[in-house]
Nanobody, 124 residues
Framework: QVQLVESGGGLVQPGASLRLSCALS????????IGWFRQAPGKEREGVGC????????VYAPSMEGRFTISTDNDKNTGYLEMNNLKPEDTAVYYC?????????????????WGQGIQVTVSS
C-alpha cells in the first residue's frame, strides 16, 4: 500500500520559513517523481513545483520560483518543500504527490499518489 504522509505545517508569521516533509512508504522515492500542490479556501488546487526522478528536471510555479525549493533524501525515502519569505497568500493546505513518470509537470491529473494534506497558515 502506497502512503504519502506530510508533516511540518503550522502557523507562521509573514517573512518566516517553513519546511514540509513528505514521508513515502510502499514505493521507492528514487524511482518516482515528486511534487507539491496546494489549495487555499475557496480556490482551485494549484501546483507548487515538482522534481522529476533521475534528475530529469524541476518545475516551479512562477509565483513560487525563487522562494520554494523541492528536494529529496532517497535514504530516508522522504521529500521536502522548503518555503522561504512566506506571505499570507501562501496560506493553504499543501499536498505531496508522487508518480513514476518523468519529466514532471504541474497538472493534478498527472499524479497517481497523493498525501492527505497539511495546513500552512501565514498570519501575523
Amino acid at each position: 500500500q502506497v502512503q504519502l504522509v506530510e508533516s511540518g505545517g503550522g502557523l507562521v508569521q509573514p517573512g518566516a520559513s517553513l519546511r514540509l516533509s513528505c514521508a513515502l512508504s510502499g514505493i521507492t522515492l528514487r524511482a518516482y517523481s515528486i511534487g507539491w500542490f496546494r489549495q487555499a479556501p475557496g480556490k482551485e488546487r494549484e501546483g507548487v513545483g515538482c522534481l522529476a526522478r533521475s534528475d530529469e528536471g524541476t518545475v516551479y510555479a512562477p509565483s513560487m520560483e525563487g522562494r520554494f525549493t523541492i528536494s529529496t533524501d532517497n535514504d530516508k525515502n522522504t521529500g521536502y518543500l522548503e518555503m522561504n519569505n512566506l506571505k499570507p497568500e501562501d496560506t493553504a493546505v499543501y499536498y505531496c504527490v508522487a508518480d513514476r513518470r518523468a519529466p514532471c509537470w504541474l497538472n493534478p491529473q498527472r499524479w497517481d499518489y497523493w498525501g492527505q494534506g497539511i495546513q500552512v497558515t501565514v498570519s501575523s
